[in-house]
């Protein structure tokens, strides 16, 4: 058996003997009038061979000990397959994780969110135990068995179902965003995080499978002077939310099932009502109850939560979708760039969605919004559902760069910037907050959350200007 | 899949709409349906109506979406009547009762200030309930915090909710926060009574004094100070359609549209624009602590509670007197018991002794189990 050192330093042989095959043929090219194409084959050819000889080494030094040395793990029996019969991810990913921080939590950490490591994800699925967990009373730990759902009030034909009766209509299976409006809510006066998961990761991505209300009323009779139905879940909280006929009557479900299995309990086990591209608020969980009624509810997550206060001093209440946004993924203020080499290509990766549509496009700026490029969308583009974008970007080592991303959909809507939104809308609102996001790469590659945007005045009438603009 | 023709929405009922879609049911793939696949909604956004047998990107087995299918069963009234405990703005679900604000003290000190603070001042990331006067706080709500040193709007349930009927509902069905649903309608009047009264409101021109008893009929005449600070309106035969309307006008709600063609490119940004770094170390409490590192994960540095424990496992025996253990902060008691040395003190606790089985029958590791009996001597020295 040959040692380590020696198969390294036959390899530095194989390789420099490839070298002086090249650098020879070069020679001759030059000196005589050998055909270049000629040349070209050769050389190819012969790298090739060193390529699948040896490698290409970089030292003569020993090398990778993670490559020398075997390793426990290639040597040993892993596991039987009888352990772990519900597969937990690697221990060393332990790090990939919900958060919290108090800042946004009862002291109870019952009314309460942990939200979802955006930096880490990839592709457009959340996976279950990372979705983002938002509840009012804790979380319900329901016994299906004993689970109900009541249909009532403006129906010719009132309805109970057991969840077994429930998955016999007709499913239906559609991946979907579900964000918390308040995403981005903690920074309508400046930037607060230094984190994507923090700053974005108020929503998660999923597949979902259930049924289409609608298709649970067509027998029911809804009586025409029903114009609203109330979705009350049956947790602790009693979480209740009003939802307009038209949406009840379009795409609105009721879903047991997420990527492929069922429910978490903190996603609403057994069943939750899913509002596609609406508030994740009106996606009740832990679901027991639908009411139809000629008039809304005004619960209180519709009024004193879950409203858009303007600069007027009205509130914009049931503001229901999730308008058009988007955000850089990679880098993030996690994730940064520290680790690369002046002139690395790299991809800039991001996520965009719309709670009203499909996303149409992507554009990047690197200056902070001043300018756009066009981005590419990458994978599937589905309504109201995550959408991946990339852009290949060359790395100049202590450049510093203002990366922001600005999404479009099809129901023509453009993410504003932040002077534009807040003009609007103040910086109050709490909620909706959808103006483009905007990363500093730092000279040593960090990534620092910033906000490109103007310092508000006010005129006298209250109408919100900006200051110093001519 | 009922008609998705805005102006058919609007003429005519949903349930007219959806027994038309019953009888018309895939009809939507009419030749106008195909050239617009999309259409204005609600919520200013785009539907995806069936067409041509999907939805969007979806494929639908339509037939399996064309008829009434009916599992389940009706009901009964007792079933009815007991999910039925919503309240809305008109008093449709209110039952009688009466509350004084006294009561409502009573109740509040028992039950609710632990959480919401003295006189509803809130803290600890549980709501305030009053910020004082609602009527002069109400004038708050156009506050905006657009320099460092303005005060923001006041969002309390005196200020800010529309309606008081969304307070008797949440308080009847969702609080006391860790024990929902225990209150009686007599002790919620009371509560709400008791919260009038702490944001200094008034009913029908009379103050809600300490006096003050609340009953249906009174509760009913509350006048909520923002009752009319939200938009659009949704009550009425008109409300969804104002909705619509609402949202169909981007400036209202602080959106942009735009032909994808005009896009702004270039010079998109206000000459005005500056970056603005996160103040300090901005918002950092993250739990856990943020790390993108692939490593084994630590040992739980004890997360173990000695005190819990001993609630859990110890307090049933070593808290009183005649179980013939000896009680905690009984000082001669644990001198006594000590006198054999501290090692012997914890095998006889691992190993049972008397009547105590082995670790007080607890599933306590060794070392967890005298960590816990270190704070029995701790407490009974």
Known sequence: MKTTDNLIKEKIVDIKKSQQDIDSLQAKAKNSNVDRRDFLAKTAALSVTALAGTSLLASEHAGDPSILEPQSWGTKWGDPVTKNLYGMPSKYEHNVTRRYTKLLASGNFRASIAVTPIQESSGIITPNG???????????????????????????????????QLKRYPSVTRTHFIECPANGGQEWRGPQYNSLQFAKG??????WTGVYVKDILKDLGIKPEARWMLA????SSKMGRTIPMEKVLDDAMIVWGQNGEALRPEQGYPIRLLVPGWEGNLCVKWLRRLDFASEPWYCKEETSKYTVLKPTGKAIQHFYANEVNSTVTSPSPEIDWTDLKDGDTVEIEGLAWSGMGTITGVDISFDGGKTYKEASLKGL???????????????????????TSRAMDDAGYIQPTIDQEILKVGVEAVYHRNAVETW?????????????????????????????KA | MFKLNKKLLISISAAAALSLGLTACMDSATPTDTKNVTKASIDGGVMYPVVNGKTGPYQVNEKAHSGAIKFGRTPTKAEYEEWDSDVMADGTGLPEGEGSVEEGEEVYEAKCVMCHGDFGSGGGGYPSLSKGNAYELHETLTNQRIKPDTDGPVRVFGTYWPQASTLWWYIKDAMPHPMTDSLTDDEVYALVAYILNINEMEIDGQEVDDEYVLN????????????????????????????RKYFSNPDNFGAQKVKPSERCMTNCQEKTAKVVYIKGAGISDFHPPLSEVRDLPKEKASGFNAAKAYEANCAMCHSADGMGAPVIGDKAAWAAVLTKGKDKVYSNGINGINGMPPKGGSSLSNTDFKSVVDYIVNKSK
């Open chain 1, 381 to 403: 583009v589905l309504p109201k559902c995550w959408t991946r974008w990339s852009y290949v970007h060359t790395y100049k080592k202590g450049e510093e760069l203002l990366l």
């Open chain 1, 232 to 235: 009350e879940g049956g947790d």
């Open chain 1, 202 to 207: 108020f929503m998660s991505c999923a597949e």
């Open chain 2, 216 to 243: 249906r009929e009174k509760f009913l005449k509350i006048k909520m100070p923002n009752r009319d600070g939200f938009e659009p309106k949704i009550d009425g035969p008109n409300g969804p359609e104002n909705v």
């Open chain 1, 130 to 164: 990372l979705f983002f967990s938002r509840s009012h009373g804790g979380i319900a730990h329901i016994d299906p068995n004993e689970h109900r759902l009541m249909i009532t009030g403006l129906v010719e034909r009132p309805l109970v179902l057991t969840m077994k």
């Open chain 1, 440 to 468: 500093k790469v730092e000279k040593d590659g960090k990534i620092t959350h910033v906000e490109v945007r103007s310092q508000l005045d006010r005129k006298a009438n209250g109408e919100l200007v900006i200051e110093g």
